[in-house]
């Protein structure tokens, strides 16, 4: 099986499945930088969403070339992670929360334009992405299984808030997301299920906690621990994904939902 994973802040490697060098691929969308890697019988295509030395900000990260480039190369599904900010205070710094929800109302890639493969009229491929839930369960519950299996605390649930950067967000601005019912926030990730759904790639997401949004405590989660977790991350993320990608080897993960396409 093929999976595609990628990384986000504080992890531009995976530690433990070999690794190639970088193949720059071409895709309609622009070039995406993956590496080639492998655990057990999974062969793992493994994109850093801002490569090493965090050369792309969030408002760089090119999502259409980086989904169509692991779709093109055959992955059967993507397993992404992403360090976030906490919008709910029960949450526990250095714990991982398991996606099951998305809150992305401006459907927006960072340029501005709608988040979509289907922008030309008459595109064969062109349809609508209908779903109940847009993250894939069978990837999802993998997440969950390897969390525990590597021993780190796991909140099996909540919903995924997509929020445009650079910046950090305001109080109010965590307010309306925490009223929407966000669980947490990051810059990068509603893109990708999006883009995913509608490749019919399966998606599922993993988030660590690394600081409580504005506005959520009393006081704000120092600069320095932020940075601290951050670090910390990259271990967590790696025995977790170590630890749930071999059970992916008999799996058959699907795409939640369906595309519904005009020209079938």
């Known amino acids: 099986m093929r999976v595609g994973v990628i990384t986000g802040t504080g992890t531009y490697a995976l530690s433990g499945v070999g690794g190639s060098a970088l193949e720059e691929v071409t895709t309609p969308y622009g070039t995406a930088p993956v590496s080639r890697g492998q655990v057990g019988d999974i062969e793992i295509l493994h994109v850093s969403r801002h490569g090493e030395g965090h050369r792309r900000l969030s408002n760089h990260v090119a999502h259409r070339a980086n989904i169509a480039a692991l779709g093109q190369l055959g992955a059967e599904g993507v397993l992404a992670v992403t360090v976030c900010g906490s919008v709910d205070p029960d949450v526990e710094l250095g714990s991982l929360i398991a996606f099951d929800d998305l809150h992305f109302v401006s459907n927006r890639l960072d340029d501005g334009s709608l988040c979509t493969f289907f922008t030309e009229p008459g595109d064969t491929r062109r349809g609508h992405w209908i779903f109940e839930r847009p993250f894939s369960e069978e990837l999802h519950s993998a997440l969950v299984a390897g969390a525990e299996a590597a ?29 929407c019912g966000v669980t947490a926030v ?48 990259t271990e967590t993320f790696a025995s977790t994904l170590a630890a749930a990608l071999p059970q992916l080897a008999q799996a058959e993960p699907r795409s939640p939902g369906v595309v519904y396409r005009f020209e079938e």
């Open 151 to 179: 021993g780190h605390p796991c909140r099996a649930g909540g919903c995924y808030g997509h929020v445009d950067g650079p910046r950090f967000n305001t109080r109010a601005e965590i307010r309306g997301l925490a009223a």
């Open 186 to 233: 990051s810059q990068t990730a509603g893109p990708e299920a999006v883009l995913c759904g509608e490749a019919e790639l399966p998606y599922a997401l993993l988030g660590y906690a690394t600081d409580y949004a504005n506005g959520v405590m009393a006081e704000a989660t120092p600069v320095e621990r932020l940075l601290e977790l951050i670090e910390r991350s």
